[in-house]
């Protein structure tokens, strides 16, 4: 029980170096219903280390999620999910690197559970995934995201998995 508790101590401290390192959000440990309600960011500093934040969601801790407390996977994708909604500045940077190749591979390694650590709200990763995907989508996106619909469209998670697509196909074809 020491050596899970520690482990989960060192993953929150991994949580939080790397979304200071990526820019500091404010507000970001604040909880709500949905755990996406309002929070400020400062300009994003490394968008490589979104790149590194966004391969270690699949083996963050997800346990203890609640209306009040936010597991170490939960606030990386959270934080994740501000930088890259805040402004397009911080879209560009992360598109620029490929981070949504990342959240991609994220996602897959989540619902697939390769992780053993089962967690049942995937949301927020389809949250972050539109909202790239919405700003930068080429072609290769969209084969990987197809793809990854195909692997899970007998499952639970084929519907989350197109309605963000719908979203960034209306977009692409219909910007404001």
Request: aromatic share 12%; hydrophobic share 50%.
């Amino acid at each position: 029980m020491a050596f899970s508790a520690n482990l989960l101590e060192v993953s929150r401290f991994v949580v939080d170096a790397l979304l200071a390192i990526i820019g500091e959000v404010e507000g970001l440990d604040a909880m709500d219903a949905t755990g996406f309600e309002e929070s400020t960011l400062i300009m994003m500093l490394t968008s490589r280390v979104a790149a590194v934040a966004s391969e270690l969601v699949p083996w963050l801790h997800c346990e203890g999620d609640s209306d009040f407390y936010m597991s170490p996977k939960m606030k990386m994708v959270k934080g994740l999910f501000f930088i890259t909604e805040s402004c397009t500045r911080n879209r560009v940077m992360c598109s620029s690197i490929g981070l949504l190749r990342f959240l991609f591979d994220a996602a897959e390694n989540v619902l697939l559970d390769k992780t053993d650590r089962v967690c049942g709200n995937a949301w927020p990763l389809f949250y972050c995934i539109q909202v790239l995907g919405g700003h930068f989508f080429c072609v290769m996106n969209l084969e990987r995201w197809l793809n990854l619909i195909k692997k899970f469209i007998a499952t639970e998670w084929a519907m989350p998995l197109i309605l963000p697509f719908g979203g960034i196909l209306h977009l692409l074809y219909h910007p404001s």
